[in-house]
């Protein structure tokens, strides 16, 4: 078990530029969702998948936003034309199945739109 | 309102003391409750996770949820500066898959 990874750790952007962030969860876990976090807050959710289908997304997810799980394995999550009120801490968490409920977060992606 | 109110703090306490931090949630629906620690500019790590009224205990820490009142509490034994961290509670309704997230309470541990 080698936990979530996420990459990159850190992104600069400048605003209007599109931007790809991947997670790779813990690897029997079928279950990925994304959180957005911004200073001083808790982590607000985005999107869930469960295999490849993704099956919940937040009003936050605006049309700027894509993510994908092609194979059930690893995600991406994209972002288009950035804006800086999209600077934010973007965490991926894995969950197993069953009657397992804990989701275990990786160390998230800081993205800065300047 | 937000469905999990949590005192943002922060709480400085010395080393060695007993530390309560809480949060309180509007919907009765919820079922699954957890704790995670998150150090700074880091991802949350999860500490505790309960589904029941009641206590459950694990070392120095121990998880407290009253359904009744809608009240969830982390309870700190014997305090470290290493504790020094932001403690999220998050809880889950079954029906939806995602945490809903308190805003965090800052804890600082002084030796």
């Known amino acids: 078990d080698t936990g979530v990874s996420q990459n990159p750790r850190h992104k600069i952007t400048k605003r209007g530029q599109n931007v790809t962030f991947r997670c790779d969860p813990i690897s029997e876990h079928n279950r990925l969702y994304w959180y957005r976090q911004t200073l001083g807050q808790g982590p607000e959710f985005l999107t869930y998948f469960q295999n490849e289908a993704q099956l919940e997304k937040s009003r936050l997810l605006s049309d700027r936003f894509s993510a994908e799980r092609p194979k059930g394995s690893f995600s991406t999550l994209e972002i288009q034309r950035t804006e800086q009120g999209d600077s934010a801490m973007y965490l991926c968490?894995?969950?197993?199945?069953?009657?397992?409920?804990?989701?275990?977060f990786g160390p998230g992606t800081r993205l800065t739109v300047t | 309102q937000k469905e999990v109110e949590q005192d943002p703090g922060p709480l400085s306490v010395p080393e060695g003391a007993i530390v309560s931090l809480n949060c309180t949630y509007s919907?009765?629906?919820?079922?699954?409750f957890m704790w995670y620690r998150q150090y700074s500019r880091k991802g949350p790590e999860l500490l505790m996770y309960t589904y029941s009224s009641g206590n459950k205990e694990d070392g120095r820490f121990t998880a407290q949820v009253d359904k009744s009142s809608k009240y969830i509490s982390l309870f700190i034994r014997d305090s470290q500066p290493s504790d020094s961290a932001t403690y999220l509670c998050?809880?889950?309704?079954?029906?939806?898959?995602?945490?809903?997230f308190g805003t965090g309470t800052r804890l600082l541990v002084s030796p």
């Open positions: 919907n009765s629906a919820f079922q699954y």
């Open positions: 968490a894995s969950r197993g199945g069953g009657e397992s409920y804990e989701q275990y």
């Open positions: 998050a809880i889950m309704n079954t029906g939806f898959q995602k945490l809903v």
